[in-house]
């Protein structure tokens, strides 16, 4: 069945440092993607998204672009800030029956 | 944009009873409502499917008698944890689902419940 892989956390980076997360997906045919953030004691809030090949999704200075040829859709931002800190979750909807399959989550800390 | 309101934010009870979990959208109808768990530091695990007037769809390994869901109108669905024992302490996210324009779908995520039993 569909899948999300992301890597692991936690990653810690100080401010204004560049940001990537890894996303990879496993998927029939063309799913759509997504990246949502979630802040603690709280649920999820969409960060971006992508429904077909080579778009970019762009949000608060955070972007991912969907590569269907190495099937990922890394989120990236030039520079973070401590309000950035937060659980990252990548995920796509497939072909079964619409569900949002999520990835394990990633935790970024920011440093001041 | 579109809301999800989830109440309560937050509930603790005693084992052996049961806790409803209400999730609204408020400015849209909901054709299909998710249910998912979460567990501390880990991602979220769908537990069901409702479609508005049909029985839930759940997934593999969730007891149906357990976690009750219904799904009477396009705005409200809940769930309820009935005999609920410490091992069901968890945070629980409903996410709403709308068509949006250009026949894409939207998914909006209620705040959570986070639940303990004691």
């Known amino acids: 069945g569909d899948s999300v892989t992301q890597m692991e956390g936690p990653v810690t980076l100080s401010e204004e440092a560049f940001l990537t997360i890894n996303c990879t997906y496993t998927?029939?045919?063309?799913?759509?993607l997504f990246w949502y953030v979630q802040y603690p004691g709280e649920g999820l809030q969409l960060l971006l998204k992508?429904?077909?090949?080579?778009d970019k999704g762009s949000n608060k200075g955070f972007e991912a672009t969907y590569r269907k040829e190495t099937t990922s859709f890394h989120l990236e931002k030039g520079s973070v800030q401590v309000s950035d800190s937060a659980v990252y979750f990548c995920?796509?909807?497939?072909?079964?029956?619409?569900?949002?399959?999520f990835g394990q989550g990633t935790e970024l800390s920011v440093k001041p | 944009g579109a809301v999800v309101s989830q109440h309560p934010s937050w509930v603790i009870c005693k084992s052996g009873t049961s806790v409803k979990i209400e999730c609204r959208s408020l400015?849209?109808?909901?054709?299909?409502m998710f249910w998912y768990r979460q567990f501390p530091k880990q991602s979220l695990m769908l537990m069901a499917t409702?479609?508005?007037?049909?029985?839930?769809?759940?997934e593999q390994g969730v007891e149906k008698d357990k976690f009750l869901i219904n799904h009477a109108s396009l705005t409200l669905s809940t769930l309820t944890v009935t005999s609920a024992h410490p091992e069901d302490s968890s945070f629980y996210i409903c996410?709403?689902?709308?068509?949006?324009?250009?026949?894409?779908?939207?998914?909006?995520f209620g705040s959570g419940t986070r639940l303990t039993v004691v």
């Open positions: 992508a429904t077909k090949a080579d």
């Open positions: 996410s709403a689902r709308a068509l949006k324009t250009g026949n894409v779908y939207g998914y909006t």
């Open positions: 409702s479609n508005e007037g049909s029985k839930a769809t759940y």
């Open positions: 995920a796509l909807v497939g072909n079964q029956g619409g569900k949002l399959i």
């Open positions: 998927a029939t045919g063309y799913p759509s």
């Open positions: 400015d849209f109808q909901a054709t299909t």
